[in-house]
């Protein structure tokens, strides 16, 4: 008995000492995948000492930097496709970007993306549109027109986007 218990506590011993060399020199939260949506919020915040700079600048840095080369913020789904939630995650990445005045290039290669695949995603991918998209997708439009971003619809995703626009109306008027 002696001997197995000298065995488990050398292999927790060992484990410990792991552990330790392991995550001595790391940043836990480098484990978490950031959301290009939630950062860009956070990279929107005013520091409240200096207003004209960000509180968090580490999150401008990164959306500055997280750019993915199509010109979207967001994930690809498992076949390399981009997801839904880009469109919403780019929309606040230029808002961000604009909000600071900076990287206007980052601005252009976004819109560009926007415009090319915003009806692609929205119409073939996704109809009906999940609930959250519907409430979050229209605010981030009204958003970057509020900021000066014009997003241009073509004809048919006009119609798209009007339904999606009724679908979050008729969801925030179910809970009022």
């Not at 808002?95 to 252009?108: E, M, P, Q």
């Not at 229209?138 to 997003?151: Q, R, T, Y």
Request: some cysteine; aromatic content about 10%.
């Amino acid at each position: 008995m002696a001997l197995t218990e000298l065995s488990q506590s050398s292999i927790h011993a060992l484990v410990q000492k792991i552990k330790q060399k392991m995550f001595s020199n790391t940043d836990l939260y480098s484990f978490i995948s950031p959301s290009a949506y939630d950062t860009a919020w956070l990279a929107m915040i005013p520091d409240p000492h200096q207003p004209d700079r960000p509180m968090f600048a580490e999150c401008l840095d990164w959306v500055l930097n997280s750019q993915r080369e199509e010109g979207f913020w967001g994930e690809f789904d498992g076949y390399g496709v981009p997801t839904i939630d880009c469109l919403p995650a780019t929309l606040a990445c230029m808002v961000a970007l604009k909000r600071w005045n900076v990287g206007a290039k980052s601005i252009d290669k976004g819109m560009a993306f926007i415009h090319a695949n915003a009806e692609k995603l929205l119409e073939e991918k996704y109809n009906p549109c999940p609930r959250w998209f519907a409430i979050v997708f229209p605010a981030m439009v009204e958003l970057a027109g509020s900021v000066g971003l014009e997003i241009i619809l073509s004809d048919g995703l006009k119609a798209t986007v009007a339904k999606i626009f009724n679908q979050r109306l008729q969801i925030l008027n179910t809970y009022t």
